[in-house]
């Protein structure tokens, strides 16, 4: 296992598009999430999962914005309708939940460069 | 929600240099206090914080945290070009959840 995966590594695409970006975990972590970090910016939290189920969603997770991950391994995250503020790299990361002292280590994909124009 | 606020912003050294990271943050059921370097691409985890007063060391790189007065340090000895990256600090939220929330980073450029 060579860590998270995430595919394509770079999107461009026109305004109103659909675009969908997958997520490869760690093979033994059951907890995924997305996170969308633009220029100059910290990571920003979209969603997460364990194994299957959606456990918490942002208010920045518009309705355009829909993440799946239908057998609890691959995610993928679809935009729809895109617009040039979607612009940014969107990163997936996975973990085993939380420690013995509640600190939860995430581990990061490379993400996916989304640029609309 | 907690806030992460992260200083400086930016920061350019010289190779050899010693530098010093700050993350300060609001406090509700402290769970953990963590940092990230991010080049490029991925951020790649160096520490985590729980206790205060107990340094992590990794190198040339440690850090600390104060609980009291709720901040973390992340410092860098004799720095190196290859120390050029965002440092960005995160921590859970106050309740039961599993998300990071993370600082806008502190940009460090060392230069030869």
């Known amino acids: 296992d060579t860590g998270v995966s995430q595919n394509p590594r770079h999107k461009i695409t026109k305004r109103g598009q659909n675009v969908t970006f997958r997520c490869d975990p760690i093979?033994?972590?059951?907890?995924l999430y997305w996170y969308r970090q633009t220029l100059g910016q910290g990571p920003e939290f979209l969603t997460y999962?364990?194994?299957?189920?959606?456990?918490?969603k942002s208010r920045l997770l518009s309705d355009r914005f829909s993440a799946e991950r239908p057998k609890g391994s691959f995610s993928t995250l679809e935009i729809q309708r895109t617009e040039q503020g979607d612009s940014a790299m969107y990163l997936c990361?996975?973990?085993?939940?939380?420690?013995?002292?509640?600190?939860?280590?995430?581990?990061f994909g490379a993400g996916s460069r989304l640029t609309v124009l | 929600e907690d806030k992460v606020v992260q200083s400086p912003l930016s920061l350019v050294v010289h190779e050899g240099d010693t530098v010093t990271l700050n993350c300060s943050y609001e406090v509700t059921n402290f769970r953990s206090l963590l940092w990230y370097k991010q080049e490029k691409k991925a951020p790649t985890f160096l520490f985590m914080l729980t206790s205060s007063g107990i340094e992590k060391k990794s190198g040339r790189l440690s850090s600390i945290l104060d609980k009291k007065e709720l901040f973390s340090i992340l410092n860098i000895t004799a720095t190196q070009t290859g120390d050029s990256a965002v440092y960005l600090c995160?921590?859970?939220?106050?309740?039961?959840?599993?998300?990071?929330?993370f600082g806008t980073g502190t940009r460090l450029q060392v230069f030869p």
């Open positions: 093979s033994e972590h059951n907890r």
């Open positions: 995160a921590k859970p939220p106050p309740r039961d959840t599993d998300k990071l929330i």
């Open positions: 990361a996975s973990s085993l939940g939380q420690g013995p002292s509640g600190a939860n280590v995430l581990t």
């Open positions: 999962f364990q194994n299957e189920a959606q456990l918490e």
